[in-house]
Antibody, heavy 119, light 107 residues
Framework: EVQLVQSGPEVKKPGESLKISCKGS????????IGWVRQMAGTGLEWMGI????????RYSPSFQGQVTISADKSISTAYLQWRSLKASDTAMYYC????????????WGRGTLVTVSS | EIVMTQSPATLSVSLGERATLSCRAS??????LAWYQQKPGQAPRLLIY???TRATGTPARFSGSGSGTEFTLTISSLQSEDSAVYHC?????????FGGGTKVEIK
């Protein structure tokens, strides 16, 4: 069974750093892309970026380029989403999801990680 | 970036009736269009890809159609478990983008 298990909720202060994770199982992790999607409270989905764990080829939506860093460690089947300096506007649910290509639909999703940034 | 616009924002439909959801792309996206269902407190789930292909486990009452910029998700006979937000996504041009979602509620 394909599963993407995300790390737990986070509460951080503005200016702090954060790295959340997404561990894949039940399939060949290295041979599928892992994307990240933001959902702010009561709003739609925003496509952030995507990584191919096999060679760490990473693509970012222009809206998120420079704002976050996506990485992966194929040895432990885990992808990451990282912030250097959080802002209150980063408060949202973040989902990881699996795709067969960098520009494709997502066929499996993690349950999401809620990130709250508040002073 | 291609802007995806969904309408209506909220759709109220009686049980057993047909629900028709629309998604419009600001540029042609061929048939590279997916629909996702998101129930409260849950992650989105892929329903339809390639404009009209049902994903594994998607009931036959869900169907997708379209023509490059205008797309439709139809639920032929609404069931109580279909109450959810439905999102469309284009993956034809970089960057992929989602619509704002349509909330389907039971009348």
């Amino acid at each position: 069974e394909v599963q993407l298990v995300q790390s737990g909720p986070e509460v951080k202060k503005p200016g702090e750093s954060l790295k959340i994770s997404c561990k894949g199982s039940g399939y060949s992790f290295s041979t599928y892309w892992i994307g990240w999607v933001r959902q702010m409270a009561g709003t739609g989905l925003e496509w952030m970026g995507i990584i191919y764990p096999s060679d760490s080829d990473t693509r970012y939506s222009p809206s998120f380029q420079g704002q976050v860093t996506i990485s992966a460690d194929k040895s432990i089947s885990t992808a990451y989403l990282q912030w250097r300096s959080l802002k209150a506007s980063d408060t949202a649910m973040y989902y990881c999801a699996r795709g067969v290509g960098p520009v494709y639909d997502f066929d499996f999703w993690g349950r999401g990680t809620l990130v709250t940034v508040s002073s | 970036e291609i802007v995806m616009t969904q309408s209506p924002a909220t759709l109220s439909v009686s049980l057993g009736e047909r629900a028709t959801l629309s998604c419009r792309a600001s540029q042609g996206v061929s048939a590279d269009l997916a629909w996702y269902q998101q129930k409260p407190g849950q992650a989105p789930r892929l329903l339809i890809y390639g404009e009209s292909t049902r994903a594994t486990g998607t009931p036959a009452r869900f169907s997708g159609s379209g023509s490059g910029t205008e797309f439709t998700l139809t639920i032929s006979s609404l069931q109580s478990e279909d109450s959810a937000v439905y999102h469309c996504q284009q993956y034809n041009k970089w960057p992929p983008s989602f619509g704002g979602g349509t909330k389907v509620e039971i009348k």
